[in-house]
């Protein structure tokens, strides 16, 4: 096995038999943007707001740009020259309303809904690297919305429910794939918690039931239900609305919707310092010496994420861990469902290309490493083989990892801070990229009117003083 860097700095591994061989602030121009706290932010800084606060125009992209048949067609005609490119380079601004750090699916949605519901479009997104390089191009890409408490089942539904809009919404194809969900119970207590959820998702009007082993055969014929395993498979939650999406299209897409809308994106780009005065954000500094000018910074990173929000004093409690994830190389659709099995570590589906894309627990120990390890792919192989003896033979072509920023109730930290004009939507654990939309567009309203928007009053830091956590370990697909 040789190993090579891959796209996104993952380990990359030959395809040579893997599975068999191993077993708030300054007013800048015309934006009205107050000093400090609430209801802030409702014009764009150039004076002509985008969108509106109704979602309509949702998308600012000149006609020219706009993909369709019939571009296509006159792309193809004059040769495929003139493209325009998905989105522009700009010079950095001395000042912006909102800084957005971190660029991905949650950065850039934010910045396309504060543009697009709320017509705030002097936005800057800065990343370090770059677009969609962190957990957003490195997840597994499967969406659900079967949670165990109703904070947490209604604020995934709505994700689900802008997923499913979103090609429409930002003209650019994310590949959603609504396959169903499955998650297998091994033993009588996950088996009680599928019964949990599913009358939990039921309430909040989410389609999940348990099925039984026949059931579940039918759905995945390729999956040993047999009582003759190590691990029999009891049953199932069954949630049909679930299912996987390009996540480099759904990055990309939003980059360009926010783009054309105005918004700024500055990769290669690294805050290392927040400037405050009297309790309030007033800055950020660059690597290279740069400062800009803002009085709102929204902390939207993952793995990184207790870094930036020391940079004002606010420590909140996240530990990161890497998470890993393996892809082998195509084969022939077989496998329409995406499953999950916690007690054997494994969740796996099948891409439209015909890969397998696989996930398994937490490494388990904190890292900021995102290397693959040979320990993960044995153990994954061996488990991916009690469930589907069939997969012997197949290869895996590569390996990497994300990192995770688990907090202690699974769920995320969003919202205000003690620190006026500095905000979080960080500690998402195994559940970030399926966040992405609906973070995006309840960040924005936080940011534009000052008040934490219903669907994450839950999920805001003071939780952790009061004692009031949203325990949301038990819809974990990933094993801790
Ligand atoms: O929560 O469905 C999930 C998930 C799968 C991989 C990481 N998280």
Not at 48 to 63: D, I, M, V
């Amino acid at each position: 096995m040789s190993a090579e860097p891959g796209r996104n700095g993952a380990t990359s591994g030959s395809a040579n038999g893997l599975f068999s061989g191993l077993g708030k602030g300054l007013v800048n121009g015309l934006g009205r943007i107050s000093a400090r706290g609430g209801g802030a932010m409702r014009g764009s800084a150039n004076g002509s707001p985008n969108g509106s606060a109704n979602g309509s125009p949702r998308n600012g992209l000149a006609r020219s740009a706009r993909y369709s048949a019939f571009s296509l067609l006159r792309h193809e005609l004059r040769g495929s020259a003139e493209w325009p490119r998905a989105w522009r380079t700009h010079e950095l601004r001395d000042s912006y309303d909102v800084v957005i750090i971190g660029g991905g699916v949650h950065g850039l949605a934010c910045a396309y809904y504060l543009a697009a519901n709320h017509g705030i479009t002097n936005v800057a997104v800065l990343d370090k690297g770059y677009l969609g390089g962190g957990g957003s191009g490195r997840n597994t890409a499967i969406l659900r919305s079967n949670y165990l408490t109703p904070e947490g089942v209604r604020f995934y539904d709505r994700s689900l429910e802008l997923y499913r809009n979103l090609a429409a919404e930002l003209n650019f194809n994310v590949m959603f794939s609504r396959k169903g969900h499955l998650t297998l119970a091994h033993n009588d207590s996950s088996l009680r918690t599928m019964h949990w959820r599913a009358e939990v998702n039921k309430l909040q009007g989410v389609d999940s039931s348990v099925i039984d082993p026949d059931e579940i055969k039918k759905l995945v014929p390729y999956l040993d239900t047999s009582a003759a395993t190590r691990y029999p498979i009891l049953g199932a939650l069954y949630h049909p609305p679930g299912g996987i999406i390009r996540h480099d299209a759904v990055n990309w897409g939003y980059a360009r919707a926010a783009d054309a809308l105005g918004v700024h994106l500055h990769q290669q780009t690294e805050v290392i310092g927040i400037d405050t005065a009297k309790g309030q954000v007033t800055g950020v500094q660059l690597a290279g010496g740069r400062q800009i000018a803002t009085g709102t910074v929204l902390n939207a990173t993952a793995g990184w994420s207790t870094l930036i929000s020391d940079m004002v004093g606010v420590r909140m409690p996240v530990q990161t861990f890497p998470l890993q994830a393996a892809v082998t190389e195509p084969v022939r659709p077989f496998l329409d469902t995406v499953v999950v099995s916690g007690t054997l570590h494994v969740y796996v589906s099948q891409t439209d290309r015909g890969e397998l894309v696989f996930g398994a627990s937490v490494d388990p120990f904190t890292s900021y490493s995102m290397r693959g390890s040979l320990d993960f792919v044995e153990g994954l192989a061996g488990h991916v083989l009690e469930l589907m003896p069939a997969l012997s033979k197949m290869r895996l072509l590569r390996q990497w990892a994300g990192l995770c920023d688990m907090t202690p109730d699974y769920s995320p930290i969003m919202g205000k801070t003690p620190v006026d004009g500095f905000y979080t939507d960080v500690g998402w654990g195994t559940y970030g990229f399926k966040a992405g939309p609906v973070s995006g567009e309840t960040m924005a309203e936080t940011i534009a009117t000052g008040r934490p928007a219903s669907l994450i009053s839950a999920f805001g830091l003071d939780r952790f003083e009061r004692g009031d956590l949203v325990g949301e370990k038990g819809a974990a697909a990933v094993g801790h």
